[in-house]
């Protein structure tokens, strides 16, 4: 069974740009989340995806992140435009139907904004 | 809000030298406690869930067991390929998002 891949492992871009962060989840998992570890912090929940639809997207920092699940496949997080404080390791999550499934991470997209 | 606290954040341990880590949480209404272990540029791995206190679950060298108000990975005999960062999260309330703990490193030396 193939993991959670994620796209790109390692992004540098400047303040102001746009960056778009690519994740493919386990086949079959409707449930998809985006978690966020910034340096010397917890990982801590971004959005949950249940197929294509939103679930909770509590933990969005700002307007300045867009997330979207085509299809209820792959997803895609957006941050436009990005700011110092956006540097950090975005992890990315797929898990069974089951509200007790463990979730299985990607190995992350560090983003460095500089 | 819920919380999750590991200690200790690092723990240095020989080969063979036996110890146990930390998580304790102040949650509302824990649904599920979960280990995992992340290495270094990886994604975290997922070791076990335990729902109730009194619980256990054992792999290998390794050894959960949850209260009512923590949990402890007990690890038995170390060895070098056991280092690694630990976390613990937790899920609580209706919903699916689960918080982590900031991890407890740890290093084993031959």
């Known amino acids: 069974e193939a993991g959670v891949t994620q796209f790109p492992s390692h992004s540098v871009i400047e303040k102001g740009q746009t960056v778009t962060l690519r994740c493919d989840p386990i086949?079959?998992?409707?449930?998809l989340y985006w978690y966020r570890r910034v340096m010397g912090k917890e990982i801590k929940f971004l959005l949950h995806?249940?197929?294509?639809?939103?679930?909770?997207e509590s933990g969005m920092p700002n307007n300045r992140f867009l997330a979207e699940r085509t299809g209820g496949t792959y997803s895609t997080l957006k941050v436009q435009p990005a700011e110092l404080e956006d540097s950090g390791v975005y992890f990315c999550a797929s898990s069974h139907s089951s509200a007790y499934s463990p979730l299985h991470f990607g190995n992350g997209t560090r983003l460095t904004v500089t | 809000e819920d919380q999750v606290t590991q200690s200790p954040e690092a723990l240095r341990l020989q080969e063979g030298e036996s110890s146990s880590l930390n998580c304790s949480y102040t949650?509302?209404?824990?649904?599920?406690l979960f280990w995992y272990r992340q290495d270094p540029g990886k994604g975290p791995e997922f070791l076990f869930t335990l729902y109730s206190a009194g619980e256990e679950k054992e792999k290998e060298r390794l050894k959960a067991t949850l209260t009512k108000k923590e949990s402890f990975l007990h690890i038995t005999a170390p060895k070098p390929e056991d280092s690694a960062t630990y976390l613990c999260a937790v899920l609580s309330g209706g919903y699916q998002k689960v918080t982590f703990g900031i991890g407890t490193k740890l290093q084993v030396i031959p």
């Open positions: 086949s079959g998992h409707d449930n």
């Open positions: 949650v509302s209404g824990l649904r599920g």
């Open positions: 995806f249940v197929k294509e639809s939103k679930q909770d």
